[in-house]
């Protein structure tokens, strides 16, 4: 009976210091004034993400492997001064942005690989799968729902990779269809 007790304490203190050292690892302008309003830092991946993640949006809207959706020629053009990324001309399309009218003054913006939106999610938050978004609150608002991924689905090039913070569960759906989405840069 002892042992078990031990056990059974060992993985709580476990389980409550990987949720702590999940919290640590995320900064805002509150807890670092180096961090751009509206923004999270990332100390582990040096990724710097969007804080709130409100619409829906499509990944394309031809259904192909272009990433021609909403997601990115409105919501990314929109963080990006007008700019967005067109990987069938491999260019950066309206290139006439300037820092200041880019979202926290930075202009590369884009969505996340799927390895990089799975990181921030958070199973061992209380309500995680119940209701409340397995994400650090630090996120900002944050749905129950999937979370678009700029990773293309590789048995089928019409479907890309999202995170679920209902659960925290991975799966892909047919790029048209809508999907919520955050973005994120490299470093600070």
């Not at 180096?34 to 031809?62: C, F, M, R």
């Not at 001309?89 to 930075?106: D, G, K, M, P």
Request: aromatic residues 12%.
């Amino acid at each position: 009976m002892r042992r078990t007790s031990l056990t059974v304490i060992a993985v709580c203190v476990g389980l409550l210091w990987l949720g702590e050292a999940h919290a640590a690892r995320f900064q805002d302008h509150d807890t670092n004034s180096a961090v751009p309003v509206g923004t999270v830092y990332d100390i582990t991946t040096n990724l710097l993400w969007e804080k709130k993640g409100v619409s829906t949006y499509n990944w394309s809207t031809s259904g192909s492997r272009v990433q021609d959706g909403t997601a990115f020629t409105s919501f990314l053009a929109s963080l990006n001064g007008g700019n967005y990324y067109d990987p069938s001309v491999e260019l950066v399309v309206n290139s006439n942005a300037t820092t200041t009218s880019c979202f926290a003054n930075r202009c590369d913006w884009r969505l996340p690989e799927i390895n990089e939106l799975k990181g921030i999610r958070d199973v061992f938050l209380d309500g995680c799968g119940h209701g409340d978004p397995c994400i650090d609150p630090i996120f900002g608002p944050t749905f129950s729902e999937p979370y678009w991924s700029a990773t293309t689905f590789a048995g089928d090039l019409r479907r890309a990779w999202f995170v679920n913070f209902n659960g925290g569960g991975v799966s892909f759906d047919f790029k048209t269809n809508n999907a919520h989405v955050r973005a994120v840069r490299s470093g600070l």
